[in-house]
């Protein structure tokens, strides 16, 4: 595989609450590793905001997606936050993991100095990612718009009883669903929240969404894969006594009321996410599942 173009400055990105888990640790010490080998190095100005790390702060109008890396750490839900920043200015992202599961985490903090500059120098794998977007709308106006690269979840909100809502695809109606919610989820998302909910694994290459619901009410209710080019709405029932909730990648929540519409479509943007040459979907899997292995020699 031929390298690519060896990246000029770095940009770290770190989540506030993560401050105390190993991170600030880690920020300290990749700046001391850019600063032996010369990279620009900058932070966000969330970042800037929340970690006294000493270094000059770029706003998104002046990064550059001919030469600049965002380096995140903390673990996938720190790349989830990035990622908002990231497809705004097209600027590329890999993680450094200090959380938990880390599916999009890929280089460990004892492994900086050999595959995170490899990644600087230009050897690395890229792949998109795409996203969904929300719209909170009734017939008149719009109330809410956001983004997520995991999942967009309907949930009952302060509601103790299951929640009522119809769905359509590509304005063709699918069924009446009565739940604890519903959980449309990206490929990247498969093996998030909706995973727990007994969604499928879905490989992050395919153009698909999975819509899974949440402990439904009928028991012929499945998780559905669907084009990732469809377009989902639902529409809540006027016979749920309270407000619902719809939340992107697990924040961002907002309220939806009954008879009010939730729209869910793929964003036209897409994550630049980046891994080491060695890295391969399916041992993450087989690792951070636990899944079974053989020696294929014996």
Partial sequence: ?????????????????????????????????????????????????????????????????KRDLIVVVGGDGSILSAARMAIRVDLPVIG???????????????????????????????????????????????????????DIVLSRGSETHLIEFEMFINQQYVCHYRSDGLIIATPTGSTAYALSAGGPIMNPNLNAIVIVPAFSHSLSSRPL?????????????????????????????????????????????????LHPLDYHYYDTLRIKLGWQSKNIKD
């Avoid at 400055?9 to 888990?21: D, G, K, S």
């Fill in 96 to 150: 450094i993991n200090r959380g938990r599961l880390g599916f999009l985490t890929d280089i460990l903090p004892q492994e900086i100095d050999i595959k995170l500059l490899a990644v600087l120098q230009g050897h690395y794998q890229e792949e998109s990612r795409f996203l969904i977007n929300a719209h909170i709308h009734d017939e008149q106006r719009a109330f809410f718009e956001g983004s997520a690269l995991n």
């Fill in 225 to 273: 894969v669907i084009d990732g080019d469809a377009k989902i709405d639902l529409l809540i029932s006027k016979k749920n006594e309270t407000n619902l909730l719809v939340s992107c990648d697990g924040h961002e929540s907002q309220i939806v009321k009954p008879t009010q519409h939730v729209s869910i479509a793929k964003n036209t943007a897409q994550l630049r996410l």
């Fill in 1 to 65: 595989m031929m390298s690519k173009k060896p990246f000029q400055r770095v940009i770290l990105f770190a989540r506030q609450h993560r401050a105390n888990e190993g991170v600030n640790e880690t920020l300290q010490r990749l700046i001391t590793f850019l600063k032996e080998r010369h990279i620009e190095t900058f932070v966000d100005q969330d970042t800037a905001a929340h970690f006294d790390l000493h270094l000059p702060c770029l706003t998104e109008t002046e990064m550059d997606p």
